[in-house]
């Protein structure tokens, strides 16, 4: 009897325990987590989900403009080499166009012109170069601010939001063990919401970290490119300026000289 008494007792443990299952995976479904969280951890999610959000319009936006700026990048240096002149070629260029090279180019296009007349008076030919370099790598500066705007809302994010998501599970957890304490009850049913709550806030932190980590390495890595290329084009201009000026020094010696 003893045998049959406690396999009647089994079957009916898990005839409750099948009944339950479905109770206990409907409660603890996404939309069902947030609606039964405290209040705190519906504002820990909701920070995490604006912080998705933004970081992601952000990711979408420089992804866009820096391809858009490699594609004007090359053919700014694909015209600029294919030019005959640079004073031809700085005519030909009526507007920057959002184009950080060409800015870089304008930039030491003007100091060019303002200075070239001073060469023989007041300075000399390579204080004319390191002018020339000089300004145009404040314009660098200021380009590369421009490009890096926003981007450090995605280290923000990518450092932060973990430890905004540990703050939720820790809330959970505690409403757990809260509701043991009150109900006396240790049962998976009692203690399952919170610590799914706790949980789902862990998962929605990384879920945010890990996007706006990639993303931040990878723009930041665009932007550096763009950086080197554009101090590589300042050497570049620098030296065709240097052989003009020699070319010209020689062509007035040999003025002289006749």
């Not at 206990?24 to 947030?34: E, V």
């Not at 706790?198 to 998962?203: D, E, H, I, Q, V």
Request: hydrophobic share 50%.
């Amino acid at each position: 009897m003893n045998g049959a008494e406690e396999a009647i007792n089994i079957v009916k443990v898990a005839a409750d325990a099948s009944t339950a299952m479905p109770a206990a995976h409907g409660d603890l479904s996404m939309f069902a987590l947030f609606a039964q969280a405290s209040f705190l951890v519906k504002l820990v999610i909701l920070l995490l989900i604006a912080c998705s959000f933004w970081s992601w319009t952000i990711i979408f936006a420089k992804a866009s403009y820096l391809r858009k700026l490699k594609e004007k990048a090359d053919r700014f240096e694909e015209a600029f080499w294919n030019c005959s002149s640079l004073e031809s070629f700085y005519d030909d260029i009526s507007d920057r166009g959002d184009n950080p090279f060409i800015a870089v180019f304008i930039a030491g296009m003007k100091e060019w012109r303002r200075s070239r007349t001073k060469i023989r008076s007041t300075i000399s030919a390579q204080a004319l170069i390191e002018r020339m370099e000089s300004v145009m790598r404040v314009t660098i500066g200021r380009e590369i601010d421009y490009l890096e705007q926003h981007i450090g809302f995605l280290a923000t994010v990518g450092s932060t939001a973990p430890f905004v998501g540990l703050f939720g599970t820790v809330w959970g957890i505690m409403n757990s063990f809260e509701a043991i304490g009150l109900d006396q009850n240790t049962s998976l049913t009692s203690v399952a919401p919170g610590i799914a709550e706790a949980l789902f806030a862990t998962a929605l932190g990384l879920i945010v970290t890990i996007p706006a980590v990639v993303a931040y390495n990878k723009i930041s890595g665009d932007i550096n490119r763009l950086q080197s290329r554009m101090e590589a084009f300042i050497d570049e201009f620098s030296a065709i300026v240097s052989r003009q000026l020699e070319d010209s020094d020689q062509q007035q010696q040999q003025q002289g000289a006749a």
